[in-house]
């Protein structure tokens, strides 16, 4: 079932995209993140562009989030007023990454830089992941649990003027933190296409220091607004945005989540957090070498 995707400027088998798809959301319902960060390097090994991966990895992340931001709405587990300055952040700092990717398309270089943040950005995480879900099965098999640590922000972020009460989140911090924070994240969106859940959760529990209840429910919020941004942008300026790849990404993670959700529910979270580290280092691993593997033929020419 081939199907041409207009902006990618290929044809590409419309099921194996949904099949895609739906790893992507069997991972996400597993093991509780976005998958957006897998999405973009899984496009590339099967041979989408880095550039058309990238931006509309983030047009897909902006439909997967809608039902998950009205969930936690409905619990009140949203704060809405450290959203919007994430928000506000995400917005400023995804129209820098438009002016860094313009940028890198005119250097030629956008493709080789998508590629090498990935490989250190899944290697890191990967990396502490599987320290934490090794520390986490030892805990388990010895009986000794793993100390928790304290809900505190960051001695920098204390140091911060200009505090504003956060009550659903139970804090009194500058807002620069998260403004600075939802920058980050937006740099990342605009230049990845990841809905930057699995750097800003972390983020916002141990920089911030938001209580659990609120951190998933805000991180989502934030990435709804941050990546229809982001989507709007590609669109503008870089005309990366493939609708019809995203639509069968969407396809496919919304069914792939459920499946997902489900499996979760038989397997230990220690050995899920272990899994998932795995599968972060052999992606980040198959990036690498993708990066450094010199082709048999560079170029190939046929003459008719």
Avoid: C
């Avoid at 989408?48 to 990238?54: G, K, N, Q, R, S």
């Avoid at 409905?74 to 820098?96: E, K, N, P, Q, Y």
């Avoid at 502490?128 to 972020?157: C, D």
């Avoid at 529990?205 to 989507?231: E, H, K, N, P």
């Amino acid at each position: 079932m081939d199907l041409y995707l207009p902006i990618a400027n290929l044809s590409v088998n419309a099921l194996v995209i949904i099949g895609l798809g739906g790893v992507v959301g069997l991972l996400s319902g597993m093991f509780g993140v976005g998958g957006g960060f897998l999405t973009t390097p899984l496009l590339i090994f099967y041979g989408i562009p880095p550039t058309v991966a990238a931006a509309s990895a983030a047009s897909q992340v902006t439909g997967a989030s809608v039902s998950g931001v009205f969930t936690h709405i409905s619990r009140g587990t949203v704060d809405f007023r450290m959203g919007g300055v994430l928000i506000a952040g995400g917005v400023v700092g995804a129209g820098l990454g438009v002016l860094i990717f313009r940028l890198l398309q005119y250097w030629g270089q956008i493709d080789t830089v998508i590629g090498i943040l990935y490989v250190l950005m899944l290697g890191g995480i990967g990396l502490l992941m599987a320290k934490e879900s090794i520390q986490a099965l030892i805990a388990l098999k010895t009986g000794k649990r793993v100390q928790a640590r304290k809900r505190r922000h960051h001695p920098l972020v204390a140091a911060l003027p200009m505090r504003w009460r956060f009550y659903r989140s139970g804090l009194y911090i500058s807002p620069l933190a998260p403004l600075l924070l939802g920058m980050a994240t937006g740099i990342l969106t605009m230049l990845l296409g990841v809905g930057g859940g699995f750097i800003l959760v972390p983020a916002m529990l141990y920089l911030l220091g938001m209580t659990t209840q609120s951190v998933v429910g805000t991180s989502l919020f934030q990435i709804l607004f941050v990546t229809m941004a982001t989507t709007m942008m590609h669109a503008m300026t870089t005309k990366a945005v493939d609708l019809v790849l995203a639509m069968l990404l969407l396809i496919g993670s919304v069914t792939g989540a459920q499946v997902g959700t489900r499996l979760s529910m038989t397997i230990r979270p220690e050995y899920l957090r272990v899994l998932l580290a795995l599968i972060v280092l052999l992606v980040a691993a198959r990036m690498a070498l993708g990066l450094g593997w010199r082709p048999d033929e560079i170029f190939t020419i046929e003459l008719s």
